[in-house]
């Protein structure tokens, strides 16, 4: 197959530079890998496809590290992208240290972080979208964001989208869809499509009230000679995940039956290539893509999963392009009789220290974030520690969130959400306004505090639980485990709901949890409606202010069966 | 008066809830007798086979006192192979009991939409008898959640 072929070459490059990278400086490893060793590709026909997908508001670069615990179930276990660390570079033959173990895997995270420095940055990816289109020409690209673009910064918040709109903008994207883009609410998320210069696709969004298609479903595209249709799939449990009475005019679903009629209408309409552009999750498009014939590509997104050869499932390729501008993936099609002959990939990993930033794009980065700089720049305190997010059951960055909930708002349990966005900050770095938004910049910040039962918990544990670990994909959501501080517990994930969770102790005193008696706990990030309590941010703003050196100790709170 | 068409529907859900709760006031869920029985009933000794008819529902309500579902079953509509009637059940609420559509060939499909609640994760069910007593069915489980913390 050309494609594994020519990615393993470009693998063999990218490890030799890197083979000593133990003991390379990072101006070292710098001068090695160039700009061109990340954008050069032999090319494969006529079209190329761009995509970049769950920004989350990331304009400019950041470290962002990849999950050490990706868990997955039933036929799908040990298969990406559930695999991670030493297993993940194995499986992709990449050398241990090297740029592209740093890019994609978390073993010495906070080292590989000091030698390559952050990755992203969308004046970088502009670099690399006009690269492709002065190499292969405007007409042959076709450039398509999956969405999670405008929510996840202090700057988006403050703007409700408006910045990233307008950065997006000057990208020229042909295509979108959306999930966390719906938290700004119905009104401003019809505000801001009416002023988009290209498609916002939903195949699976309907108007709740009279159960109809509420967005364009799909888009024929003439790129590189031939037709490219493109069907748009926002999240599918958008009103379960996040606050459905932010936008109750929308319905969502997966819908699969709708995918399969787009798919037809394509086809007979003259489509060559037939592409998904999918925020449902890997394992709900590896699924999707082995019921639904005749999709040539689904561009993967919401999990956050940054793999680095296509997936094959009934011919069609699944491209997973990770998050917050880490990665772009370019696809290369060789289209004859309708039909895709050859093809070649490549996961573009964009190092910020390499790829040169796009003069224009800077400047407006620059433009968009000047009226917030000196509260982005407000230092809050400083980390002893890596703090991460990403993980199926904890992340450093969460057990401060916890602390802070439970010091704060005076609970015994806190909760908070298994978001699978929020950035990372290296050992010795401050703590800013920004980085903190990074974190937690959402429309329902509300930190609550309120009294539950000992088997109330546990239901939210198992609910939760059985989101992320149900044997059957479609029945799953995305995120990753809600994490919970001041309380431990076993979790044996092969089990069906309701047996998952046992063993839950408050981690004061190792009492365990009673069923019937009520617990005070805080928590934030919920969809109920009239949710009161002060700002996530705040909160942990405050606790920073009396605890501002952040040292985090490892979690071996959640006991995990496999 | 003109009716609204959203006046309309609301009439349509409102009747659809009737049905399911209407007269109903039993405090326990249904019990897979219950569901079975009420199978055997519509069956009328025929053994439900699969194919014909397709329900459709949400994997994950989005909302457990709403939940859209549609159903359809292939057939001319006309001769023996007339779509009689279609039967829906939940098997987890207090009395499985949906709504039963009936038909006839000036229907001219077998098709129908409406809105349900569901007390908690189950099962719908949807069956079809034809009228040459053949009787098909289809199931979906659907998931009632807590929700709120995916992302």
Wanted: aromatic letters at 8%.
């Amino acid at each position: 197959m050309i494609n594994r072929r020519e990615f393993l070459m470009a693998g063999v490059a990218l490890t030799a530079i890197a083979g000593g990278a133990g003991t390379w400086t990072r101006a070292a490893a710098q001068q090695t890998l160039t700009e061109a060793d990340l954008l050069d590709m032999a090319p494969t026909g006529k079209l190329s496809i761009l995509h970049i997908t769950d920004i989350h508001a990331q304009l400019r670069p950041v470290y962002f590290r990849e999950p050490s615990v990706n868990l997955g179930v039933g036929p799908v276990a040990g298969l990406p992208p559930h695999v991670t660390g030493a297993d993940f570079l194995g499986l992709y033959d990449i050398e241990p240290g090297s740029p592209r173990a740093y890019a994609m895997t978390s073993p010495d995270f906070a080292a590989l972080a000091k030698t390559y420095g952050r990755m992203g940055g969308l004046d970088r990816v502009a670099t690399i979208v006009k690269h492709v289109r002065a190499e292969r020409g405007d007409d042959n690209v076709l450039l398509l964001d999956g969405g999670d673009t405008w929510q996840g910064s202090y700057t988006a918040q403050q703007t409700l989208g408006g910045d990233m709109v307008e950065v997006m903008n000057a990208l020229k994207p042909d295509a979108m869809t959306g999930h966390w883009e719906f938290t700004y609410g119905t009104e401003r998320v019809q505000e801001l499509i009416e002023t988009l210069p290209f498609a916002f696709l939903g195949s699976n969004i309907y108007d709740s009230e009279w159960d109809e298609p509420a967005f364009d479903a799909w888009k024929m595209f003439e790129r590189g000679g031939v037709n490219v249709a493109v069907i748009g799939q926002a999240f599918p449990y958008t009103p379960i995940a996040n606050p459905r009475w932010m936008f109750p005019e929308w319905s969502f679903g997966i819908r699969e039956e709708d995918i399969a009629a787009h798919v037809e209408e394509a086809r007979e309409a003259g489509a060559d290539v037939v592409v998904l552009l999918s925020h449902n999750g890997f394992d709900v498009d590896r699924k999707l893509a082995s019921r639904v014939d005749g999709i040539d590509i689904i561009l993967t997104g919401h999990t956050h999963d940054a793999i680095p050869e296509p997936v094959i499932v009934n011919d069609t390729l699944l491209i997973a392009s990770g998050s917050n501008g880490k990665f772009v993936s370019r696809i290369d099609l060789d289209v004859a009789d309708g039909k895709v002959t050859a093809y070649a990939h490549r996961l573009i990993p964009v190092f910020s220290d390499i790829i040169t930033p796009d003069a224009e794009m800077a400047a407006l980065i620059d433009k968009v974030r000047e009226p917030f700089s000196a509260e982005l720049a407000r230092e809050l305190g400083t980390t002893d520690s890596l703090l991460y997010r990403r993980g199926n059951f904890n992340g450093t960055y969460d057990d401060l969130f916890c602390q802070a909930l439970i010091a704060e708002r005076d609970a015994q349990i806190s909760l908070s959400p298994g978001f699978r966005w929020g950035t990372s900050l290296l050992p010795g770095q401050a703590i800013t306004v920004e980085d903190l938004h990074n974190a937690c910049a959402m429309t329902y910040p509300a930190a609550y505090r309120s009294s539950m039962s000992g088997g109330l918990i546990k239901d939210i544990l198992e609910d939760v639980a059985d989101n992320l670990f149900n044997v059957d994909p479609y029945y799953q959501q995305g995120g990753d485990m809600v994490r919970v501080g001041g309380m431990g517990y076993t979790i044996d994930i092969n089990k069906p709901i309701g047996e998952r969770i046992s063993d839950m102790t408050l981690l004061d005193g190792g009492e365990a949890i009673d069923p019937e008696k009520e617990y005070v706990v805080a928590g934030w990030a919920s969809v109920n409606e009239d949710t009161e309590g002060p700002p996530i941010w705040s909160v942990v703003e405050d606790y920073l202010a009396g605890n501002p050196v952040v040292t985090i100790e490892e979690n071996r709170s959640v006991k995990v069966k496999t | 008066m003109n009716h609204t068409r959203r006046q309309m529907l609301a009439f349509t859900a409102g009747a659809a809830g009737m049905a399911a709760f209407g007269f109903s006031a039993l405090p326990a869920l249904a019990d897979a007798d219950a569901t079975q029985k009420a199978i055997d009933e519509f069956a009328a000794g025929a053994t439900p086979a699969e194919g014909r008819i397709s329900l459709t529902a949400p994997e994950i309500a989005e909302n457990g006192n709403t939940v859209p579902i549609s159903v359809e079953v292939e057939s001319a509509m006309s001769g023996d192979d007339l779509c009689e009637s279609v039967m829906i059940l939940a098997d987890g609420n207090p009395n499985p009991d949906v709504c039963t559509f009936r038909f006839s060939e000036l229907s001219g499909a077998a098709t129908a939409t409406t809105r349900m609640r569901l007390a908690k994760t189950q099962n719908v069910i949807a069956l079809a008898r034809m009228k040459d007593g053949t009787v098909y069915m289809d199931r979906k489980e659907v998931k009632v959640t807590i929700g709120g913390c995916g992302g």
